[in-house]
């Protein structure tokens, strides 16, 4: 990431946890889920995760990172990604 992207990066996640804290979790929600999508950073998942529990969306505060790394496909997740989609779904 360039330093250009990365301030922005931060910038949206600073914003992201200040408006989530003063009770602003939708508009944090917003912000941080697109921080999360353009960068795949995972501090900008994490912030998003917070949000998403202090507003009360606790089941997709778990699935959120699930999901995302089941989309890694990392070590055995391939061989378990069928079944673990299913769990996560199961979520809702």
């Not at 378990?80 to 996560?88: A, D, N, P």
């Amino acid at each position: 990431m360039n330093p250009r992207g990365k301030m922005k990066t931060q910038a949206e996640i600073q914003l992201g946890s200040s408006l989530s804290v003063t009770g602003q979790n939708e508009s944090a929600i917003a912000i941080l889920s697109r921080a999360q999508k353009e960068t795949g950073d995972p501090a900008a998942l994490i912030f998003l995760c917070i949000a998403l529990f202090r507003s009360g969306k606790t089941k997709k505060s778990l699935k959120t990172p699930l999901s995302f790394i089941l989309s890694g496909n990392q070590g055995l997740l391939p061989e378990y990604e069928r079944t673990l989609s299913q769990y996560i779904d199961e979520i809702d």
